[in-house]
């Protein structure tokens, strides 16, 4: 079903545009809320008077998406939870508490805009994105932190122990990887001398 849309919609296009969706997704939601109208002849025409303020809507939509997007672009948030060992979270933290967190801040954000680069099921340091605009996407850090501050400092201890020896045991592998290279020149050497000399006599 082709619908003419009346508001920007994110991963769908931008007001003022002609697009193809599904019948119910028009019916129960678009069209409900005002966000797009029917295709018909009557309102074919109207898009086509109306061209210039939909141009200067669009205009006016993603100069506010990208003053918004310098401003939470770096901008760092915390989440407090409750955990249970080791750091684990009782459940995930999700888009909701994401939004929730970012009203907080003064960023009314719709949280099917909001996108996290991982599943969050413990303490630590993650990235979100948030889809401001249909050409407009930003990046923020979220700290997700125990709500006891107590619990947090010896979780976040254990953590960065833990990331320590990992990254010492990588450093190891890497120089054990780096000796067995070198050896194996060497050896490949010894033959190739080995081989010319014979070759030679």
Known sequence: MKVILLEDINNLGQAGEIVEVKRGYANNYLLRQNLAVRTTK???????TQQKAFEA?????????????????????????????????????????????????????DRRDLSLSDNIKEI????GNIKLHPEIDVDFTIHVEDEDPEKQKVLQEAKMAEQAKAEAEEAAAQEAAEAQDV??????????????????E
């Open 42 to 48: 009557e309102n074919l025409n109207t898009l086509k």
């Open 57 to 109: 809507k669009r205009a006016r939509n993603l100069a506010d998406a990208q003053e918004k997007a310098e401003k939470i672009k770096g901008e760092e948030f915390t989440i407090k939870v409750r955990t249970g060992e080791a750091g684990r979270l009782f459940g995930s933290v999700t888009t909701i508490d994401l939004s929730e967190v970012l009203a907080e801040r003064g960023y009314v954000v």
């Open 124 to 127: 630590g340091t993650y990235t």
């Open 183 to 200: 050896a194996e020149q060497i050896e490949a050497a010894v033959v190739e001398a080995t081989e010319e000399e014979i070759e030679t």
